[in-house]
């Protein structure tokens, strides 16, 4: 997934932005944001949660439910 999320990033620089964090070195956010299961998306909008996608999803559809989320 991590290649098809830099893919999406690149493509939308002007609409989001697209961050990545080490679950391992960021213990204080897995523990504020549990989340459950690998790879996890956590979609925020004004820095509030509005959306999680989970597991490995087709590129259209990851994009899709983003842009649902943050519109």
Same mark, same amino acid.
Do not use: C, W
């Given at each position: 997934?991590?290649? *098809?999320?830099?893919?999406?990033?690149? =493509? !939308?620089? $002007?609409?989001?932005? *697209?961050?990545?964090?080490?679950?391992? =070195? !960021?213990? $204080?956010?897995?523990?504020?944001?549990?989340?459950?299961?690998?790879?996890?998306?956590?979609?925020?909008?004004?820095?509030?949660?509005?959306?999680?996608?989970?597991?490995?999803?087709?590129?259209?559809?990851?994009?899709?439910?983003?842009?649902?989320?943050?519109?």
């Amino acid at each position: 997934m991590a290649p *098809v999320v830099a893919e999406i990033a690149l =493509e !939308n620089k $002007d609409t989001f932005i *697209v961050g990545k964090l080490d679950m391992d =070195e !960021n213990l $204080d956010s897995v523990r504020k944001y549990k989340p459950n299961g690998h790879p996890v998306y956590v979609v925020f909008q004004n820095g509030k949660e509005v959306e999680r996608i989970r597991g490995r999803t087709a590129k259209d559809v990851f994009l899709q439910k983003v842009l649902d989320a943050i519109n």
